[in-house]
Structure formats: C-alpha cells, structure tokens
C-alpha cells in the first residue's frame, strides 16, 4: 500500500501491484502449519531452509523465532505474536494486590526525558489490553499503574476477571539468515530494548517485511537489514521508536510510523519515528509518518545515498524530515505540516532540516508552516567533525521547486550556523531558488540567512531566490490524515 496526501480532506492509499504479494508455489512437505501453543522455534529448527510456515489464527505467546535461509512466516487475519505472559495467581497483600515470579530485570540502555526516570525499563504491564504506567515505589501505586519489586507485581486494580500480561520476550525475530519472508503477522508486547526492533534484521539481508504491524513493544518496531524490503503495515505505539538502525540498500514502501515513544525517551537522543544510520542506499516512500513524539522521518550519522520521496509527514513533535551530519541524498515529492511544537527555536522544528550533511537536493516538496509553532526548510551548519564521507558540514545542498506556506505571521525558511561564519557565508554552494513562497505580509521577516533575519526584498538582495516567487495570501491548513482505501 502506499500512502499519499488528498488536499481536500484525507490521505488515500493505492494498493500495490498483486505480483508484490504472490505466493510461489511450494513442496507440500516444506509447508508447515502452526497453531496456538506450538513451538515456533522448534519447529522452525527440525524444518528446512526453504520452508514455509502458516499461522492459524489466534495469540502466539513469547516465541522467539531465528528463521533459516529462506523461510517464510506467513499470517492472516487474527494472528498475533504476543512477547507478554499471563500474569495469574494473584494473591491480595494488603491494600494491593500482588503475583510473585518476575524474571530478572531485562538489560536497560537509553536516555530518559527529564520526569521519567523508568523510561529504559523494558517490561510493559497490560491489563485488558491497556498499558499501565510503570511507578519506582509502593506510595506512587494508584488505580491505572504498577511496581516491579523484588520478584513482585503489584496493582492497586483487582486484576480478577481482567487479563493481565507483562511483556518479557526480548524479540520476535532475528539472526543471521538470508531471504527470509515476514507476512501478515501483528506482533506485539515484546519487551525490545532501545535501539533494537521486535524485528531485529540487523544480522540478516533480503529480508521481506510485507503487511506487518509491529506495536506496543519497548523499544523499536523494527530494525531493517541490508537490502531488506518493508512494504505496507504499521509501526506504531512503540515506547521508544518505530524504525531504528542501519538499512544498506533497505526500501521502506507504503507504511505508517505513528504515536511512538509513549515511553519518554529524550528524543535528542533518539525516539520517535524513525532513525537510521550508517545507511547506503536507503528508501523510504509513500510512508505516513505522523504524531510521533520526536522527529518524524530522521536520518542521521554517516548516510548516504539516501532518497525520502512522497510521504506525508505531519504531527510530530520533532523536525519532520531530518538530514544529519550525513551526505548525498534526495528529498523530493513529500507533503510535510504541523511538525516542530516540542523545540523551535532557531531553525529547530523545520518541517524539512538538513543539519550538518552534503550533497543534498530538496525539490517539489508541499511544506505548511503551523500559525503557532514550527519553521520551513532550514539548513543549519554547527561544529560536528567529520565522518565516513568527509566533514559534517552544510554544503552543495539545493533547495528549489518547493512550495512554502506560512499559515500565521511567524516561522522562518533559511540557512543559519554557529561556527566559521564568515566561511559559510561565502560557500554559495547552499541556494534556494525558484522556491514558491505564501505568506501572510509582505514586509514580515519569513527568512533568514547569514545577515539575520530577511524579508523577502532582503532574501532576493543576496544570491538567494533570484527566480522565486511571493504570494500574499492568507490559507487555511489543509486537512491530512492517514487513511486507506
């Protein structure tokens, strides 16, 4: 599927060509068919490389599954590989209730914001399906919230009659195999630390990924692989973050990244929709990526050959598409709105940022700037050394053909830096032209460039905009949501 904005009131979806979704045929004794209470692993194991497993409806709890070459993993509608375990046999402990046999703790790594300190604790309670906030002591215990003590659960809620779980399993998916197909499975509820994916492709390569969602896991959603193909699915309700890591030649198609980092991770330091790095090669397109907490679509440390084309990316507290200290890539094609409300200062919450990368074009992109929070396109240059490639600098970067609406009297387009200024200011190698802009007021500073704050008649008195255009004109947001047909 594919998801592209509608300027009247929703985002459609196309449907992918059938050819994309076709089983081969297969050896009758190489198709395996699995129910509810089998050993995946196990059966994955005494199978061949080659073989194809089918799920019968119904929750498949803590398996753990390191496919062979080749195998395939194949859903339908009610199958679901659930990390969570029942919690029974409580037993009432004063003004709480309580259930003993807790594993211990599972390893913690990441950066918490400021107030939630039980951010990187990856075990994840749900009663009846709802997530419960996780408290460090006995006195915080309230209705809606538990502890981990000891070997303990506790709840203040009466859990009989109610299903209790607590995700536990470290992962759905990983290891070393080639070619491995993943179809039509909800997995969920794994207890995924920061940085890593309840599918975890980070040792394999051709992996396919086809209508999967991937959500209410701890960490990651899903950690691409070399040359791995993701199209269609969800990767949403995610504590940490939808996608992370490296993607060699990796395609992103079709798919929605929302709602992630309901655990609070600081998403300065990495949370929120998406974040790849070290990556050649990588693709995403005609994704839906919105109401993150943290950056929307983000790439960042030592990528290259990267081309992020017809998203729609909106809603997300962060920058909404973000190049970082990074090289050569391609943006082009994306409606992007209504990003940036959690940090825009400066040129922080830019719908589009490049930050610190070279090479890198910027072209017919549909950008709507919030009436109360968030910028434009920005290009910020800071001190950040070199890398793979070469210095993390903002050069040879072209932004043009894009069009630009200001839907309130503030935000700004442009280029700014903190370091060598009188340098950056001389690299016209950075440009915008033949960029349309519409805004609110004539004389207001939407801009700004090395002199500061610019108006439109300052902007075009540098080497900036020589071919641009300005309207002014006052707009109403556009209506865009996910949505599909």
């Not at 592209?4 to 979704?21: C, E, K, Y």
């Not at 993943?182 to 309840?198: D, W």
């Not at 699915?233 to 973050?241: A, E, F, L, R």
């Not at 709105?337 to 589009?352: A, R, Y």
Request: hydrophobic share 35%; with cysteine; charged share 20%.
């Amino acid at each position: 599927m594919k998801w592209n904005v509608v300027r009247i009131s929703i985002v459609a979806v196309t449907g992918l060509p059938l050819m994309a979704f076709g089983c081969q045929q297969i050896d009758a004794q190489n198709s395996i068919s699995l129910k509810p209470g089998d050993d995946v692993q196990a059966a994955v194991a005494s199978a061949p490389e080659g073989a194809e497993f089918h799920f019968a409806p119904g929750i498949y709890r803590m398996q753990m599954i390191k496919p062979k070459n080749g195998q395939k993993f194949i859903g339908k509608p009610g199958v679901v590989l659930s990390g969570a375990k029942i919690l029974d046999n409580w037993k009432p402990l004063g003004a709480t209730w309580a259930v003993s046999g807790l594993p211990e703790p599972l390893h913690r790594s990441g950066e918490c914001d400021e107030g939630f300190d039980l951010c990187s604790y990856r075990e994840d309670l749900f009663v009846d399906g709802k997530l419960y906030q996780r408290v460090a002591s006995l006195s915080r215990l309230s209705p809606g919230k538990w502890l981990a003590e000891d070997d303990k659960v506790y709840l203040r809620t009466k859990p009989a009659g109610r299903k209790v779980e607590i995700g536990l399993a470290p992962y759905a998916f990983a290891g070393n195999a080639e070619n491995v197909t993943i179809r039509n499975l909800v997995i969920e509820k794994y207890a995924t630390e920061a940085q890593h994916g309840a599918i975890d492709g980070s040792e394999g390569k051709g992996w396919q990924v086809i209508d999967v969602v991937a959500r209410w896991n701890h960490g990651g959603g899903l950690y691409p692989g070399k040359n791995m193909v993701v199209r269609g699915g969800s990767y949403s309700y995610n504590g940490q973050i939808g996608m992370v890591g490296e993607g060699d030649g990796a395609v992103i198609d079709g798919v929605e990244i929302a709602h992630n980092n309901w655990a609070n991770y600081n998403w300065g330091w990495e949370a929120g929709g998406t974040k790849f790095w070290r990556s050649d090669g990588l693709v995403v397109r005609n994704s839906c990526i919105h109401s993150n907490n943290g950056p929307g679509l983000w790439t960042d440390i030592d990528n290259i050959n990267i081309l992020i084309e017809n998203n729609t990316v909106f809603g997300n507290d962060g920058d909404g598409i973000k190049h970082e200290i990074s090289y050569k890539a391609t943006i082009r094609k994306n409606f992007v709105t209504n990003n940036g409300k959690g940090k825009d200062e400066w040129m922080w919450g830019s719908q589009i940022l490049v930050q610190n990368s070279s090479d890198v074009e910027v072209y017919e992109n549909t950008v709507e700037v919030p009436a109360k929070f968030g910028n434009g396109i920005g290009l910020i240059n800071q001190e950040r050394g070199d890398g793979a490639h070469g210095p993390w600098v903002t050069t040879k970067t072209n932004v043009h053909d894009n069009l630009i609406v200001y839907l309130g009297n503030r935000g700004v387009t442009g280029l700014v830096t903190d370091v060598r200024i009188e340098q950056f200011n001389n690299d016209h190698s950075n440009f915008f032209n033949r960029n349309t802009y519409v805004v609110t007021r004539e004389d207001q500073a939407f801009w700004k460039d090395m002199d500061g704050d610019a108006t439109w008649s300052n902007l075009r008195d540098s080497h900036m905009e020589k071919d641009g255009k300005l309207i002014v004109e006052r707009r109403s947001p556009t209506k865009v949501k996910c949505g599909s047909k």
